[in-house]
């Protein structure tokens, strides 16, 4: 087996672990940075200077000019959406980039955010609090093989069949949900809000979608996608040829996650989830690469847990130290301002990540935010029924009453934010780490202790 000179950054947790922060200071010695996954339902804020940047779809090196940018096939591409995104960082003179797009990468209609929304209006108690931005969806189509590829756009025959099939079953799909009493046309407004904030002109457009009966005008997406396929036309490519071409050639290709293994498809806690696989070991698919791309898989997580809206959640505790938790980590969401749930360090989680997705290496991020507690603990099983076990248990309701089993360590009282290796740390907080290696069985490879990039300590070279 080739040793490819690859690194893949994915989220363990839940999501909000830092991914962002950690991608960004990777992606400055890549020569390629690649999204295998999701669409733009991720968010990552990017503080370059002071400036702040919001990316959803887009790769994180976008503002290195000499860093090629890809979205591999095993993406779903929101084409408004993307405009939008290219358009906010035109504004902000992010205009020279290398941006590739996969001619096998599936395309996000607003159809589809239309069904998204409407599905979860349908959900009865049990909603999965998408981000409705049809990303569910458009992966349903992929999988019952009626999506419509980037490629397909250019075929001119094909598409007015494709579209016309599409269409036809999603207006019937409408005529149940409207004579279940869905308000189709709120629904699409409401679905749409998201574009509104960023520009009405768009959002007036989308609305056209559906016609004076509220059902979608095919013609009108036909017209839709052929706008798509001209935008497209500059960046698309064979993306799986270009990165395997790198990798054989020995250039550094960074892996960019979005979400985190908890939200996978197949190994997170489901339903509550996403509709793709945020793991290392879907990459290959999802690229379209040997099953030995990734060398360096590096899992990040945060040094204790948070989590947003429901579910469960072990290693939960809401006192004191986890309020202090909340207000020095500032564990309130970006987009929402909801307050996100705060636990222990779940060594149980990481491990399952670890298993799931194949991690070398993890980073630990907002280690300076555990300072001041006298005692940490850390959950190393799980109670379930009266027995103890070491892994995740499938089921939601085991889960949900899954009881933490844990260690405790002394902390440290030091502040550690301008720390700048491991051995200035306060002996505790070494300990930690070294704690938090034993119950994982990953070696830390990275942790940092502020927002910055200088705030960021590494124990291992990352390319070779
Ligand atoms: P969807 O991906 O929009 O279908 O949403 C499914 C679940 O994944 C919801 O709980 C979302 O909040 C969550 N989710 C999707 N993308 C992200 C992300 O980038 N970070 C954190 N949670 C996410």
């Not at 000499?66 to 992010?94: F, H, R």
């Not at 990165?243 to 996978?264: D, H, M, R, S």
Request: hydrophobic residues 40%; glycine residues 8%.
């Amino acid at each position: 087996m080739k040793k490819y000179n690859s690194i893949s950054v994915v989220g363990t947790q839940w999501g909000d672990e830092g991914k962002g922060k950690v991608t960004n200071y990777l992606a400055q010695e890549a020569d390629y940075v690649v999204r295998h996954q999701g669409g733009n339902n991720a968010g990552h804020s990017i503080k370059i200077g002071e400036t702040r940047y919001a990316l959803h779809l887009i790769p994180s090196a976008i503002f290195d000019p000499s860093v090629k940018n890809v979205i591999a096939n095993g993406v779903v591409i929101d084409v408004s959406g993307m405009m939008l995104e290219l358009d906010l960082l035109a504004k902000q003179d992010i205009t020279d980039y290398q941006l590739f797009v996969s001619d096998r990468a599936h395309i996000v209609f607003p159809y589809h955010a239309l069904l998204d929304g409407m599905q979860e209006a349908f959900r009865q108690g049990r909603k999965i609090g998408t981000t409705k931005r049809g990303i569910g969806p458009a992966y349903m189509d992929k999988a019952d093989r009626s999506g419509i590829r980037v490629v397909d756009l250019y075929e001119e025959d094909l598409l007015p069949k494709l579209i016309r099939d599409n269409v036809f079953f999603k207006n019937k799909t409408l005529d149940y949900m409207e004579a279940e009493g869905i308000d189709i046309r709120a629904e699409y407004e409401d679905a749409m809000q998201k574009v509104k904030n960023k520009s009405e002109e768009q959002y007036n457009k989308l609305l056209g979608m559906l016609d004076e009966n509220n059902r979608i005008d095919e013609e009108w997406v036909l017209n839709l996608a052929r706008e798509y396929a001209a935008f497209l036309k500059p960046f698309v490519t064979d993306t799986s040829v270009m990165v395997y071409e790198a990798l054989e050639a020995g250039e550094k290709v960074l892996f960019e996650g979005a979400q985190g293994v908890l939200l996978c498809i197949d190994h997170g806690t489901y339903p509550f989830v996403t509709s793709s696989s945020p793991t290392s070991s879907s990459i290959p698919v999802n690229v379209g690469l040997p099953m030995w791309a990734v060398t360096k898989s590096l899992g990040v997580v945060k040094a204790y847990s948070t989590r947003v809206g429901t579910g469960g959640f072990p290693s939960e505790f809401d006192d004191e130290v986890a309020h202090g938790i909340r207000e020095r980590g500032n564990e309130y969401g970006t987009t929402t301002g909801r307050l996100r749930r705060v636990g222990w360090f779940d060594a149980v989680l990481i491990r399952h990540a670890a298993r799931v997705s194949g991690l070398t290496h993890i980073t630990v991020t907002l280690l300076d935010v555990l300072s001041t507690i006298d005692t940490i603990k850390i959950c190393v099983d799980y109670e379930v029924n009266g027995e103890v076990i070491s892994h995740v248990p499938a089921g939601e309701t085991d889960f949900n009453n899954a009881k933490p089993v844990y260690i405790e360590l002394p902390g440290w009282d030091e502040d550690i934010t301008n720390v700048k290796t491991f051995e200035e740390l306060p002996v505790n907080a070494q300990n930690y780490l070294r704690k938090i290696e034993e119950t994982t069985g990953v070696k830390v490879g990275q942790f940092s202790v502020g927002p910055e990039r200088s705030q960021t300590i590494d124990l291992v070279d990352w390319f070779e």
